[in-house]
């Protein structure tokens, strides 16, 4: 078990290094092919992808079990990988992408769906702890190592890198997995999945697209929205006549399910809140390079990672999991109003302690939620119950994200517009896209002024998003405090 244990770590750790290990890159890429048209595309196609195919691995692994699909998955992203790095354009590259993303999906949700099945649940919690520190270690890592190779290598390294550690678990996965394979005659729900698929990446564009390409009040995003509560509706219409749906209606009925994937939604909006909004900060705001502001996130990977290990083994040794979200979500308050009362004149010595103890708080919610599903999920739907967690993820990391940044595009015209000129206020863009560079290019006046109005508006976001994580709270509250033995109590 050791072997496959550290095998799923290493997938886990390239499927989240490669959700941003691009950003770094992404320019030197599109100047090289020439395809800075489709910059956008080259995000949103992986991530798209990596969305839809979540929930039909899970359904999958229900029906037919675990261990072809993640052969099939590691196999899928590591062709990705090779067939990236190889792009000889844009358009070859967001194809390849998506082959990529097609892996990533089963990455995410069947390593869960593997631990569940290979370790007891009383041991989950520590091993749960561990692939918390691995995910929150790839994604922060991923912009830095980007950075690395495409100076000193080339872009193409960055997809390059995934083979050797990736045929590596993909060997010892083969060998060492053995798991078997179950039967099912129940039909596939291809229309729920069809239309999760359509409201996964109608809600990806959403936060894309919203306030950087468009603006929120454009009929584009309107649309966007709108098709996003028509799909809802038809794809919770459609599951409850669905015979073997690929989200089972049942789940919900289990109240530590429903209450844990809301609390994943709080928490998500909130982990993509300060992780978009810090480096934001830092960079406008404090006049930080990016290089040295991507350096600052580290602090982050060292709380995240103490406290998933020794927060694991808490929850492994007293077989309880609520303690840990609800500590977690209850000291999420506390840090928003950390970030918030930041100014351009803030030390770096406390940005980086509001960091740390960000890291420790994130630890104590993220995984510890997954635990709270899976604890409480019949076994037959395990699959489906941890996709539904990993898709309130994303929920949370997308469209909780969007209500939020186009609250900030809202505030920071207002904002501009009462500290600059007229003239001056338009050439500033909402979406606080202007570039560092552009930013000391102006009079030290203005300058200042700028600074002064996102320092602001970035405040206004922490302080919006601290009612989220009382509701975090409430809900981690509301989750049933099972003791995770073999035999826990499934609620109905």
Same mark, same amino acid.
């Given at each position: 078990m050791?072997?496959v244990?550290?095998?799923m770590?290493i997938?886990?750790a390239l499927g989240?290094l490669d959700l941003?290990?691009?950003s770094?890159?992404?320019?030197t890429?599109?100047?090289q !092919?020439d395809?800075?048209?489709y910059?956008?595309l080259?995000?949103?196609t992986?991530i798209? =992808?990596a969305? #839809?195919t979540?929930?039909?691995y899970?359904k999958l ?14 196999s ?8 990236s ?6 358009i070859q590259?967001?194809v ?5 993303g097609?892996?990533?999906g089963?990455l995410?949700?069947?390593t869960?769906t593997?631990v569940?099945?290979?370790?007891p649940?009383?041991?989950r919690?520590?091993f749960m702890g561990?692939?918390? &520190? ?5 994604a922060?890592?991923?912009p ?10 080339s872009?193409r390294?960055?997809f390059?890198?995934n083979l050797?550690?990736g ?6 996965? #083969?060998?060492e ?17 069809f239309l999760?698929?359509a409201?996964?990446?109608? %809600?990806?564009l ?6 950087a390409?468009y603006?929120?009040?454009s009929p584009i995003?309107?649309?966007?929205a709108a098709?996003?509560?028509v799909l809802? &509706?038809l794809?919770v219409m459609?599951e409850?006549r669905?015979?073997?749906p690929i ?5 919900f009925?289990?109240?530590s ?5 809301l609390?994943? #939604? ?6 993509t809140?300060?992780?978009?909004? =810090?480096?934001l ?11 040295n502001?991507?350096l ?14 020794v927060g694991?083994?808490? %929850?492994?040794k007293w077989?309880r999991y609520?303690?840990?979200?609800v500590?977690g979500?209850a000291?999420?308050?506390p ?7 930041m100014?351009?004149d803030t030390s770096?010595?406390l940005v980086v302690t ?6 420790l708080t994130?630890?104590l919610?993220?995984?510890p939620?997954?635990v ?9 739907d ?11 993820q994303r929920?949370g990391g ?8 186009a609250?900030?595009? %809202?505030r920071?015209?207002a904002e501009?517009?009462q500290?600059?000129p007229a003239?001056?206020?338009?050439r500033?863009?909402?979406?606080g ?9 102006l009079?030290?006046?203005l300058?200042?002024a700028?600074?002064?109005a996102f320092a ?6 922490f302080?919006?998003?601290i ?6 709270l409430?809900?981690? !509250? ?5 003791r995770i ?8």
């Open positions: 050791r072997i244990v550290i095998a770590m997938c886990s989240s941003t290990i691009v770094t890159a992404a320019p890429i599109v100047g !092919l395809g800075v048209q910059l956008s080259l995000f949103t992986y798209i =992808v969305g #839809v979540t929930p039909l899970g692994a229900d029906l037919y079990g675990t261990r072809r699909l993640y052969i099939f998955a590691i899928a992203f590591l062709v990705g990988s090779v067939l790095g190889a792009a000889q354009s844009m590259l967001i390849f992408r998506a082959v990529q097609v892996g990533a089963g995410s949700v069947l869960m593997v569940a099945e290979i370790v649940l009383r041991e919690g520590k561990m692939f918390g &520190a691995v995910l929150g270690v790839g922060i890592a991923g830095l190592l980007g950075g690395i190779l495409t100076d000193q290598l872009w390294w960055i390059y890198i050797p550690l045929l590596i678990a993909l060997v010892a996965i #083969v060998r997995l053995k798991l078997p394979p179950k039967k099912s005659t129940a039909p596939i729900d291809y229309a729920g999945f999760l698929a409201l996964i990446a109608d %809600i990806t959403l936060a894309s697209w919203g306030g390409q603006a929120w009040s995003i309107i649309a966007l098709g996003a509560m809802v &509706a794809f459609r409850l669905a015979p073997e989200m089972p209606p049942r789940l009925r289990i109240p399910i429903t209450f844990a994937c609390a994943n #939604v709080m928490v998500h909006t909130w982990v809140v300060i992780g978009t909004f =810090v480096p900060f830092i960079q406008l705001a404090m006049g930080i390079s990016a290089f502001s991507g600052l996130q580290l602090p982050i990977v060292f709380g995240l990672m103490v406290v998933s290990i694991g083994g808490l %929850i492994t077989r609520k303690w840990s979200p500590l979500s000291l999420a308050v840090s928003l109003l950390l970030f918030a009362t100014t351009p770096l010595w509001y960091m740390v103890f960000f890291g994130v630890g919610c993220m995984q939620l997954m709270a599903i899976q604890a409480t999920a019949p076994e037959r395990m699959g489906s119950a941890t996709a539904t967690g990993a898709f309130s929920i997308s469209l909780g994200f969007a209500a939020l940044a609250l900030f595009s %809202i920071l015209s501009l517009s500290r600059l003239g001056t206020a338009a500033i863009p909402s979406d896209s202007i570039s560092p560079m552009d930013l000391r290019a009079p030290a006046d300058r200042a700028v600074e002064l602001h508006t970035i405040r206004s976001v302080l919006w998003t009612p989220l994580m009382v509701l975090a409430v809900f981690s !509250l509301m989750l049933k405090d099972v033995d073999e035999g826990v109590e499934i609620e109905v």
